[in-house]
């Protein structure tokens, strides 16, 4: 029997992330599987439920152990990481770290689910994450505007000036662009978006090492084919000559993770100096972890070091 994934098949093979066949089969080799959500977490008494807010976006939305019915909670917008092409909102490795941080930073939760390349290249993803936020603070509205799908949590729970967006690798790259988007496009007037977590973000541009051999490379040019500059586009290079000022990034506080044996941790560091020096009045914190890996508090949350990153995370938050 012939071998199905024969590599004379293959078009495009972006691996270890994913492969699209030349009979336009895609094969998502780096994916996890789908978990439903909760009514409570037995680890963390964390609520979680499921809402389609578009035809093209959904969201799960977490909710802590309230200390009463009135309690105003921060909210979090997360966006997930895989590359802009793999994985899910509603994957077993997000809805454990979602379930985790919900409860220790005593917040909402609303992660993402956006739409993918290849079947939707970039900026599609870009613009379902700006959509989700932009529904997410409409709900603060109280002058009687029709907030499609309204979501009671949201509405009887949410701290609309204290909202947050915060995402890992092409998530932390999504958090950074729909802040710089909301210094042009304002959110409702009555919710403030306070804070940004860019956990490992996927920055990259041509001057990094490997060149168009590199993996980061390919992933981009293979998500935003018709990105203008390519691999130096600022979506993806923020300190690029022709980049939106960092100045203008909404938002009053950032907080940036990376770790020793990431391959983003030097341009994720430059990222942070750029940002110092382009007159933004924020403040921002940084947390460099000694001997991990990109994303490990995601993929092992349970380790010293990962549950370290919570607790900073929380503070950030909560401070």
């Known amino acids: 029997m012939a071998d199905i994934n024969n590599a004379d098949d293959?078009?495009?093979?972006?691996?270890?992330?994913?492969?699209?066949?030349?009979?336009?089969?895609?094969?998502?080799?780096?994916n996890y599987p789908y978990v439903p959500p909760s009514p409570e977490d037995s680890a963390t008494g964390v609520s979680s439920k499921d809402i389609t807010v578009s035809p093209n976006i959904s969201v799960r939305v977490y909710l802590p152990k309230l200390a009463s019915a009135t309690q105003k909670l921060p909210i979090l917008v997360y966006y997930h990481g895989g590359g802009f092409c793999v994985d899910s909102a509603f994957s077993s490795i997000y809805h454990h770290y979602l379930n985790i941080l919900v409860s220790q930073a005593n917040v909402i939760a609303v992660s993402v689910e956006y739409r993918l390349a290849p079947e939707h290249p970039l900026p599609?993803?870009?613009?379902?994450?700006?959509?989700?936020?932009?529904?997410?603070?409409?709900?603060?509205?109280?002058?009687?505007?029709?907030?499609?799908?309204?979501?009671?949590?949201?509405?009887?729970?949410?701290?609309?000036?204290?909202i947050f967006v915060?995402?890992?690798?092409?998530?932390?790259?999504?958090?950074?662009?729909?802040?710089?988007?909301?210094?042009?496009?304002?959110?409702n007037q009555k919710s403030k978006l306070l804070g940004g977590i860019l956990s490992f973000p996927y920055f990259w541009s041509s001057n990094e090492k490997g060149g168009e051999q590199s993996i980061l490379q390919k992933v981009w040019d293979f998500v935003y084919p018709t990105a203008k500059g390519g691999i130096d586009n600022p979506m993806i290079y923020p300190m690029a000559e022709n980049a939106p000022s960092l100045a203008g990034l909404r938002c009053s506080k950032l907080h940036v993770c990376v770790a020793e044996k990431d391959e983003l941790r030097e341009i994720s560091l430059r990222y942070v100096e750029a940002v110092?020096?382009?007159?933004?009045?924020?403040?921002?914190?940084?947390?460099?972890?000694?001997?991990?890996?990109?994303?490990?508090?995601i993929m092992n949350p349970g380790t010293e070091k990962a549950k370290d990153t919570f607790k900073r995370i929380a503070s950030f938050i909560q401070d």
Do not use: M, T
Request: charged share 25%.
């Open 166 to 187: 915060g995402g890992d690798s092409a998530g932390g790259n999504i958090v950074h662009n729909v802040a710089i988007r909301a210094g042009n496009e304002p959110l």
């Open 124 to 162: 599609a993803g870009y613009e379902d994450c700006w959509e989700a936020l932009q529904w997410v603070a409409s709900h603060a509205s109280n002058d009687g505007q029709q907030v499609p799908l309204k979501e009671p949590w949201l509405v009887n729970h949410g701290d609309f000036e204290k």
């Open 10 to 30: 293959i078009a495009v093979d972006v691996s270890p992330l994913i492969r699209v066949y030349k009979d336009g089969r895609v094969e998502r080799i780096c």
């Open 276 to 297: 110092k020096k382009s007159g933004w009045k924020g403040e921002i914190e940084v947390v460099d972890v000694e001997g991990e890996e990109h994303c490990f508090p």
